[in-house]
């Protein structure tokens, strides 16, 4: 079941929710508004090898924006540490940043309970567009959760802004002669 803004406020108030910066103005109908972190990151090689880390370089966002360009990829964070124990989350864009040409998630906008920190949120754009730090960007939904929870201790555990991807932590070496 979802929660509505007013069980977010008093699962904030009650400690069972976490949102750093909590601001009850942000609270929408089923969800709480979050705000761009000030920095993002961009992968620094125009081929990626999912067996390897990847580079990536800060881009840091002044009060006048930065202006985002089709065809790259910025890995951005929330402003706002969220999460909770109790609850799952799932990430979505405001409806006014996606029709303006914005995509801030594509494959991971479920948060599993137990995960508290900085949502890092993958953006692209289908035209120039200018962000700024600090915008109100997405909304985070609050799930009820069926069962004992089994709570979040992954690789980003402790993230404290946008992080690029782990997923080279995951892979074995795979041959490539296609033999066994």
Known sequence: ???TGPEIAQAVAAGDLHIDDFDPARLEPNSYGFRLGPE?????RETLDSRRAPGSRSLA???????LEPGRF?????????????YAA???????VSTLGVWIQF????GHSGAVFPWTLEITVASPVRLYPGMLIGKLAFWAMQGSPLLYD???TGSTAAVASRLSEDLVT????GGA
Request: avoid cysteine.
């Open 90 to 96: 799932t990430l979505y864009a405001r409806r006014s």
């Open 154 to 156: 992954g690789k980003y």
């Open 107 to 110: 494959s991971a906008p479920l």
């Open 61 to 67: 966002m002044g009060a006048g924006g930065v202006v």
């Open 1 to 3: 079941m979802i929660l």
């Open 40 to 44: 993002l990151l961009v992968y620094d």
């Open 74 to 86: 910025y890995l951005g964070s929330t402003m706002e540490a969220m999460g909770s124990p109790h």
């Open 174 to 177: 795979v041959p490539t002669d």
